[in-house]
C-alpha cells in the first residue's frame, strides 16, 4: 500500500512520462503545488517507490519511468474510483448507425481509433456463442426454394436449391414449421443440430428435403469464425508512438497472427469489467512491448465480442478506459435495440 503522497507522486511521473516520453526529473515533480513537500522528501519518495519496482532510473542522472508495474497501480486505481476517469473528448455516435451488425462494428473501429490516434479492434461475435434464432423456407419458383438462418448475433445465412421437379407447398410448410420447432435455441455447433436434420423418425421426402440444406448450416458454422474489424494501423505508426522499431515489428506481428489476437480478446470476455494487460503482463510475446484496454458488449446477460484498444505501454490509459467502456455500453445498445426490432 503506498501513502497518499506516493499515490500523488507516482501518478504526477505516469502522467508527465504520458506527455513527454521523456524521465521525469524529481524538481518537476517538487514544483507540483499540491505536494506540501521540498526536493529531498520527493526524491526519497521517488527512491521508496523505486524498491518497490514501480518506478525506473534508466540514468544516474536522468529522472524515473513507469515500471509495467507502476503503469498496473495507477491503472487499477482508475478502475477502482469512476471519478478518476475523465468522459470521452467527444460523444460517439454509433447510437446514430441503424445498419447491419457488421456496419456497426466496422464504424466503431473507426470512430476509437480517430478519437485516440491508437489501434482499435473490435471483434464479431464468436460462432461458440451463437445459436439459431429463426429458420425461413421459402418456395420462389416451384421448383426452387430458399431457406434463410438468422443467428442470436445477427448473422444471415442462405441457401438456394434447385429441384428437378416442382416442390409440394406443404413440404415447404411442414419444413419451416419443423426446423423452427426444433432447431431454435440450438448452438450452431451442437451435434444435436445435426442429428435433428437425419431424424429417423421423418419420412424419406421429408429426410430428403432437409439433406438439401444441411450444407447451410455447415456453412454458417465454419464460416462463422471469430471478425476483427482492425483501424488506425497507419494513424499509430504515423504518430510516432513507438519509441523503438521493435515495437513496430512486434505490432505487425500481432496483426499477422489473428487466431493468436482473437484467443487475447477472448480473455477479455471472462472479466467483469474493463481488461488491461501493460507489456509483459500479456501472455502474447508478440505484445511485451504493448498495451491493451479492452471490454465485452453484448446482451443483458450476455457477452458477444470485445471493443479494444492496443498501443504503446506510454499509454493515455484514463481516455482508453473511459472511451472503450463507452464504445461498448453504445454496440450493446445498438445491439439489443436491433434483436429488440427483429
Same mark, same amino acid.
Given at each position: 500500500?503506498?501513502?497518499?503522497?506516493?499515490?500523488?507522486?507516482?501518478?504526477?511521473?505516469?502522467?508527465?512520462?504520458?506527455?513527454?516520453? %521523456?524521465?521525469?526529473?524529481?524538481?518537476?515533480?517538487? /514544483?507540483?503545488?499540491?505536494? +506540501?513537500?521540498?526536493?529531498?522528501?520527493?526524491?526519497?519518495? =521517488? #527512491? *521508496?517507490?523505486?524498491?518497490?519496482? *514501480?518506478?525506473?532510473?534508466?540514468?544516474?542522472?536522468?529522472?524515473?519511468?513507469?515500471?509495467?508495474?507502476?503503469?498496473?497501480?495507477?491503472? !487499477?486505481?482508475?478502475?477502482?474510483?469512476?471519478?478518476?476517469?475523465?468522459?470521452?473528448? %467527444?460523444?460517439?455516435?454509433?447510437?446514430?448507425?441503424?445498419?447491419?451488425?457488421?456496419?456497426?462494428?466496422?464504424?466503431?473501429?473507426?470512430?476509437?481509433? %480517430?478519437?485516440? $490516434?491508437?489501434?482499435?479492434?473490435?471483434? /464479431?461475435?464468436?460462432?461458440?456463442?451463437?445459436?439459431?434464432?429463426?429458420?425461413?423456407?421459402?418456395?420462389?419458383?416451384?421448383? =426452387?426454394?430458399?431457406?434463410?438462418?438468422?443467428?442470436?448475433?445477427?448473422?444471415?445465412?442462405?441457401? *438456394?436449391?434447385?429441384?428437378?421437379?416442382?416442390? +409440394?407447398?406443404?413440404?415447404?410448410?411442414?419444413?419451416?414449421?419443423y426446423l423452427n420447432e426444433r432447431l431454435v435455441g440450438l448452438d450452431l455447433g451442437a451435434r444435436m443440430l445435426q442429428q435433428r436434420l437425419v431424424d429417423p423418425s421423418l419420412? #424419406?421426402?421429408?429426410?430428403?428435403?432437409?439433406?438439401?440444406?444441411?450444407? &447451410?448450416?455447415? !456453412? *454458417?458454422?465454419?464460416?462463422?469464425?471469430?471478425?476483427?474489424?482492425?483501424?488506425?494501423?497507419?494513424?499509430?505508426?504515423?504518430?510516432?508512438?513507438?519509441?523503438?522499431?521493435?515495437?513496430?515489428?512486434?505490432?505487425?506481428?500481432?496483426?499477422?497472427?489473428?487466431?493468436?489476437? @482473437?484467443?487475447?480478446?477472448?480473455? &477479455?470476455?471472462?472479466?467483469?469489467?474493463?481488461?488491461?494487460?501493460?507489456?509483459?503482463? $500479456?501472455?502474447?510475446? #508478440?505484445?511485451?512491448?504493448?498495451?491493451?484496454?479492452?471490454?465485452?458488449?453484448?446482451?443483458?446477460?450476455?457477452? @458477444?465480442?470485445?471493443?479494444?484498444?492496443?498501443?504503446?505501454?506510454?499509454?493515455?490509459?484514463?481516455?482508453?478506459? &473511459?472511451?472503450?467502456?463507452?464504445?461498448?455500453?453504445?454496440?450493446?445498445?445498438?445491439?439489443? +435495440?436491433?434483436?429488440?426490432? $427483429?
Amino acid at each position: 500500500m503506498l501513502t497518499s503522497r506516493q499515490e500523488r507522486i507516482l501518478c504526477k511521473v505516469v502522467d508527465d512520462y504520458l506527455r513527454t516520453a %521523456q524521465p521525469v526529473a524529481s524538481r518537476s515533480i517538487a /514544483a507540483d503545488p499540491e505536494l +506540501d513537500c521540498g526536493p529531498s522528501t520527493v526524491r526519497n519518495e =521517488l #527512491a *521508496l517507490l523505486e524498491e518497490q519496482g *514501480l518506478l525506473a532510473h534508466p540514468h544516474v542522472s536522468a529522472g524515473r519511468v513507469p515500471t509495467d508495474a507502476g503503469q498496473r497501480y495507477v491503472v !487499477d486505481r482508475m478502475l477502482s474510483s469512476r471519478h478518476l476517469l475523465p468522459a470521452p473528448p %467527444q460523444p460517439l455516435e454509433l447510437s446514430l448507425i441503424r445498419r447491419e451488425l457488421d456496419e456497426a462494428m466496422r464504424a466503431t473501429s473507426e470512430t476509437l481509433s %480517430q478519437m485516440t $490516434n491508437l489501434l482499435a479492434v473490435v471483434s /464479431a461475435p464468436s460462432i461458440n456463442t451463437a445459436t439459431v434464432r429463426h429458420i425461413e423456407v421459402l418456395a420462389l419458383q416451384p421448383q =426452387l426454394v430458399l431457406v434463410v438462418i438468422i443467428t442470436s448475433t445477427g448473422s444471415v445465412s442462405k441457401m *438456394l436449391a434447385t429441384f428437378e421437379r416442382a416442390v +409440394d407447398p406443404g413440404l415447404v410448410s411442414w419444413a419451416g414449421e419443423y426446423l423452427n420447432e426444433r432447431l431454435v435455441g440450438l448452438d450452431l455447433g451442437a451435434r444435436m443440430l445435426q442429428q435433428r436434420l437425419v431424424d429417423p423418425s421423418l419420412s #424419406a421426402p421429408e429426410l430428403r428435403f432437409l439433406a438439401r440444406f444441411a450444407p &447451410a448450416f455447415g !456453412d *454458417l458454422s465454419s464460416e462463422g469464425e471469430d471478425a476483427l474489424y482492425v483501424e488506425g494501423t497507419a494513424r499509430l505508426f504515423e504518430a510516432g508512438r513507438f519509441a523503438e522499431t521493435t515495437e513496430v515489428n512486434e505490432l505487425i506481428d500481432l496483426l499477422e497472427r489473428r487466431v493468436a489476437l @482473437l484467443r487475447v480478446l477472448r480473455a &477479455a470476455l471472462g472479466e467483469p469489467g474493463v481488461y488491461v494487460r501493460i507489456g509483459r503482463e $500479456n501472455e502474447l510475446p #508478440a505484445m511485451h512491448s504493448l498495451a491493451l484496454v479492452a471490454t465485452g458488449y453484448g446482451m443483458a446477460r450476455r457477452k @458477444l465480442g470485445t471493443v479494444s484498444l492496443i498501443g504503446p505501454v506510454r499509454m493515455d490509459y484514463a481516455g482508453a478506459i &473511459a472511451t472503450v467502456r463507452e464504445a461498448a455500453h453504445q454496440l450493446s445498445r445498438f445491439v439489443e +435495440d436491433t434483436y429488440a426490432e $427483429n
